[in-house]
């Protein structure tokens, strides 16, 4: 049975979400939230990743760097509080792999 005309938000939304804009979206989002936080030196040698469970997983550079964010991880998780309210991020994972 046809409803009749679907609403143009409703058709756009499905698109973004079958085409993964929305994936796109929230990863350029974390991209900038990360690079506020963490500050200019950082953000060049670093990469937020996924975040599940609250967890935002950040792949850095070398362990010198990795050591030197656990340092710093209470003021990175307040900062992107701030920034990403809705995310919830509650903990960070540092890994160390290729960041370009």
């Given amino acids: 049975m046809h409803k009749g005309p679907e609403a143009i938000g409703e058709i756009l939304a499905q698109l973004m979400a079958r085409r993964g804009f929305a994936r796109l979206r929230s990863a350029e989002t974390f991209q900038a939230a990360w690079r506020e936080a963490a500050g200019e030196l950082f953000s060049r040698y670093t990469r ?31 900062a992107l509080a701030e920034l990403l309210p809705d995310e919830k991020i509650n903990d960070l994972r540092f890994r160390v792999g290729p960041v370009g």
């Fill in 48 to 78: 937020p990743g996924s975040l599940r469970r609250g967890r935002l997983e950040v792949t850095v550079a070398n362990s010198t760097l990795v050591q030197e964010l656990s340092f710093q991880k209470p003021a990175l998780l307040q």
